[in-house]
């Protein structure tokens, strides 16, 4: 008797299903919740403000007003968004960055030093200083809540030393323009700052250029992507908001010279964060510090790297925020440190480390700004702007521990 066999099946196994595009922008929203969130909310204060003052919000002044009113806490938010992810916390960077303002006031305006150098040697000693903190937690193993205390006391009593108790002014005007300054015009009169158009158009097509590969690479690696329309959509959208962006600073006095800085430090500390080796070791010792050091990641060494950048970028928004007031201060920098900390966790840093991105860091920035400028303009005292600023801060780290509660379920 013959039994008849077939090899191949009656019907063709059924193919695995494609994720819908609901679906897809479902895991996407959940991946990147924390910054879509604050994404989102920075959107909707714009609009509420722009309503509630009449469209003064976003009026070009007050924009260009905006981001130098806020680039200090910018720069310094980058910076402590990079030691929260490491896991520790820099409370110093408050009084280093009035040090640091009194050091230039000091250089420049009693001794004369060219404005050039006295910011290269400021930069320098707030590296230094910030070595000096990095070695006691990295190689001492003192714990950074503690020698960031100690250093917050400190410098704030060298700035009273070096000021003696007074304000030092003026500065130069090349250093004033760090600060206050816009790029120059250039080109035929066309209405508008015509290199900022520039620098728009350079933006756009940057932004689309990554865009594109990658979604090239993500194909590449049989990843998901967005449907293609819904790809386009998200590249039409960027580059109706840099193109607004664009125009608005271009009808004023162009882009101001402290918005370049910020955005070189974004695109350096960003390309570092996501790139580079020690970026991805930062974020290894925050996220698990045994496994990290048992993966050959070498901690104290990362660590004290973290504090020197910190220190220095510290350094640097002292100098924008003397070169703004035109002059040295012996209060400068109160509660920079808070403001620093608060926009980290507004823009999607985690408590326990090993989570935030640097462009977050500027999300939570803007939002505080935004807040800040916007009760300004419609008159909302200064203590009750302290209560609302208060009240956001605990909704985003909420927001955090309900997230990883709902994660781990």
Known sequence: MTVSTSSAPDKAAPQAAQPSAAALL????????????????????????????????????????????NSYILILAMGMMIVIVAGHIDLSVGSLAAFVGALAAVLMVRH??????????CLLVGALAGAWQGYFIAYLGI???????????????LTQIFLEGRSLAPFPDGFQNMAKGFIPEMGPYTQYHNPTLLLGLVTVVLLLLRETRDRKRQLAYELDVLPTGLWVLKCVAMTAAVTAFTLTL??????????????????????????????????????????????????????????????????????VYAARLNAGTPQAGLNFE???????????????????????????????????????????????????????????????VWNKRRVGR
């Open 250 to 319: 271009a009808s004023f006095h162009g882009v101001p010279v402290v918005m370049l800085i910020m955005c070189a430090l974004l695109i350096g500390l960003g390309y570092v964060m996501r790139n580079a080796v020690v970026g991805r070791h930062v974020y290894a010792l925050g996220g698990n510090k045994a496994a990290a050091k048992l993966s050959g990641v070498k901690d104290r060494r990362v660590t004290f790297l973290v504090f020197v950048n910190m220190g220095a970028l510290a350094a640097l928004a002292g100098c």
């Open 338 to 400: 808070l403001e620093a900390i608060a926009a980290a966790f507004i823009g999607g840093a985690s408590m326990n480390g090993g989570v935030g991105t640097v462009m977050g860091a500027v999300i939570g920035g803007l939002v505080l700004g935004v807040l800040n400028n916007g009760m300004s303009l419609v008159g909302i005292g200064t203590d009750y702007q302290q209560v609302i600023k208060g009240l956001v801060l605990l909704a985003a780290v909420g927001f955090d």
């Open 143 to 157: 714990p950074s809540f503690i020698v960031t205390l100690a250093g917050m006391l400190l410098f704030r009593g």
């Open 112 to 121: 004369d030093v060219p404005w050039p150098a006295a910011l290269a040697l």
């Open 26 to 69: 479902l895991r996407g929203v959940r991946a990147n919740m924390r910054q879509y969130g604050m994404l989102v909310a920075l959107a909707s204060l714009v609009v509420l403000f722009q309503i509630w003052t009449d469209g003064t919000l976003l009026l070009p002044n007050n924009v260009s007003n905006l981001v130098q009113q």
